[in-house]
């Protein structure tokens, strides 16, 4: 049994002799069309030994689980991390991304600031919704990574639209103790593509739900400073991500978002994309 | 040029002032982010501090980056102290230092008197 997919151009597969890894394969497959292209194959394998669901790249061991879900959630992050090693000069940044009314839009902030929630809602109300994690930095330029969206129980109450898709759905226990679902537009039917560019705005998400939402031109040395805050990787040369955020921000308008209210915050948000 | 590394509270207003040329500046419309690879530093300038930055030229020394500081922030703020505290943050950065002054140059709208030997 095996499963194939594509992650920025490069070729996934998945192999298991596990009916019930099998079973669960589409929960973390990527449905996202990129126009990239690349020669790599990524092949791992999960097959059971000694009690244990093992998974295996290039005759490798890389973890082992007793549990179905665990073993899941670990081949979800693998393939990942596995999918990026590639793109070792991009900066990635903990971000997310959409599109409203033609505008390419990045969403920045610590967990927690609801930004998955927030562009949800977005992609209910007719945005495109990219990505919600990870985007990559190249050149001042953006590329969406399509990681699945973790959607956690909190979003539910908020989104019931969200929520009826997530009945559906398999639960796997969170990385911060809550239980996540992972989905993409696809499951609400609508498309899910990677898009690269630059982008028109990039916002600073900061969580004050019990107040009016509230949104105010972000300074460009500000926002470098929030972005370089919120990158993914602190290895490498930091004179040549200093330079790549500071692209980022000197090419496109930046914003402060004080995120409300789930709907008046959206409002707020699509008028000022408007 | 060369350069010597000075006390910050001793730093005197007519001594010019210049940057390592290994800075990294990158200039933004409301600051610069400048990278320090001697420290593995990042350090976020707002637009007076950026603007002090790059008078640290060598050329330039405490009294006439305060002009300067006066210019930008206008006649009623306290551009002296501003631009003082400025220097002296990084001069303990290891952002700025004292630059090496040749002889008999004017600085601060001022010729220096040059030490006959």
Same mark, same amino acid.
């Given at each position: 049994?095996?499963?194939?997919?594509?992650?920025?151009?490069?070729? @996934?597969?998945?192999?298991?002799?596990?009916?019930?890894?099998?079973?669960?394969?589409?929960?973390?497959?990527?449905?996202?069309?990129?126009?990239?292209?690349?020669?790599?194959?990524?092949?791992?394998?999960?097959?059971?030994?000694?009690?244990?669901?093992?998974?295996?790249?290039?005759?490798?061991?890389?973890?082992?689980?007793?549990?179905?879900?665990?073993?899941?959630?670990?081949?979800?992050?693998?393939?990942?991390?596995?999918?990026?090693?590639?793109?070792?000069?991009?900066?990635?940044?903990?971000?997310?991304?959409?599109?409203?009314?033609?505008?390419?839009?990045?969403?920045?902030?610590?967990?927690?600031?609801?930004?998955?929630?927030?562009?949800?809602?977005?992609?209910?109300?007719?945005?495109?919704?990219?990505?919600?994690?990870?985007?990559?930095?190249?050149?001042?330029?953006?590329? #969406?990574?399509?990681?699945?969206?973790?959607?956690?129980?909190?979003?539910?109450?908020?989104?019931?639209?969200?929520?009826?898709?997530?009945?559906?759905?398999?639960?796997?226990?969170?990385?911060?103790?809550?239980?996540?679902?992972?989905?993409?537009?696809?499951?609400?039917?609508?498309?899910?593509?990677?898009?690269?560019?630059?982008?028109?705005?990039?916002?600073?998400? #900061?969580?004050?739900?019990?107040?009016?939402?509230?949104?105010?031109?972000?300074?460009?040395?500000?926002? $470098?400073?929030?972005?370089?805050?919120?990158?993914?990787?602190?290895?490498?040369?930091?004179?040549?991500?200093?330079?790549?955020?500071?692209?980022?921000?000197?090419?496109?308008?930046?914003?402060?978002?004080?995120?409300?209210?789930?709907? $008046?915050?959206?409002?707020?948000?699509?008028?000022?994309?408007? | 040029?060369?350069?010597?590394?000075?006390?910050?509270?001793?730093?005197?207003?007519?001594?010019?002032?210049?940057?390592?040329?290994?800075?990294?500046?990158?200039?933004? !419309?409301?600051?610069?982010?400048?990278?320090?690879?001697?420290?593995?530093?990042?350090?976020?300038?707002?637009?007076?501090?950026?603007?002090?930055? !790059?008078?640290?030229?060598?050329?330039?020394?405490?009294?006439?980056?305060?002009?300067?500081?006066?210019?930008?922030?206008?006649?009623?703020?306290?551009?002296?102290? @501003?631009?003082?505290?400025?220097?002296?943050?990084?001069?303990? !950065?290891?952002?700025?230092?004292?630059?090496?002054?040749?002889?008999?140059? #004017?600085?601060?709208?001022?010729?220096?008197?040059?030490?006959?030997?």
């Amino acid at each position: 049994m095996n499963r194939t997919f594509s992650i920025l151009g490069q070729q @996934v597969v998945v192999e298991t002799d596990q009916p019930e890894v099998g079973e669960r394969l589409d929960d973390i497959a990527v449905r996202a069309d990129d126009a990239l292209s690349s020669d790599r194959t990524l092949a791992l394998r999960v097959v059971q030994a000694d009690g244990f669901l093992c998974i295996l790249h290039e005759g490798r061991i890389l973890a082992q689980e007793t549990d179905l879900d665990a073993a899941i959630r670990m081949l979800h992050l693998l393939i990942n991390q596995l999918v990026l090693e590639p793109q070792s000069e991009a900066l990635k940044l903990h971000a997310a991304a959409g599109t409203w009314a033609g505008r390419f839009f990045m969403v920045t902030g610590d967990r927690g600031a609801g930004k998955t929630t927030l562009l949800l809602k977005l992609m209910l109300d007719g945005a495109e919704m990219h990505c919600d994690e990870t985007v990559l930095l190249r050149d001042g330029l953006l590329q #969406t990574f399509p990681r699945k969206f973790y959607i956690k129980t909190g979003t539910l109450a908020c989104l019931p639209r969200v929520a009826a898709v997530c009945a559906a759905k398999h639960a796997y226990p969170g990385f911060y103790g809550k239980q996540l679902y992972f989905a993409d537009p696809t499951d609400f039917g609508l498309p899910w593509r990677s898009r690269a560019g630059r982008p028109w705005a990039v916002f600073h998400l #900061t969580p004050a739900f019990d107040q009016a939402p509230l949104i105010k031109p972000c300074a460009k040395v500000e926002m $470098a400073k929030q972005l370089m805050m919120q990158t993914l990787q602190l290895t490498g040369d930091l004179g040549r991500h200093v330079a790549q955020v500071c692209r980022l921000v000197a090419s496109c308008k930046c914003y402060s978002l004080r995120v409300g209210g789930l709907d $008046a915050t959206a409002a707020l948000l699509k008028k000022t994309l408007a | 040029m060369t350069a010597t590394k000075a006390d910050a509270r001793n730093l005197a207003p007519t001594q010019r002032l210049s940057r390592p040329a290994t800075l990294q500046i990158n200039r933004l !419309e409301d600051g610069c982010v400048i990278y320090q690879p001697e420290q593995d530093r990042v350090h976020f300038l707002n637009q007076t501090a950026a603007i002090v930055l !790059e008078l640290c030229d060598g050329h330039h020394d405490g009294l006439a980056i305060a002009a300067q500081v006066a210019e930008h922030l206008g006649p009623h703020a306290t551009a002296r102290k @501003v631009s003082c505290d400025i220097l002296q943050r990084f001069l303990a !950065e290891g952002l700025i230092m004292v630059a090496a002054e040749p002889p008999g140059v #004017t600085v601060g709208g001022r010729k220096r008197p040059v030490k006959k030997v």
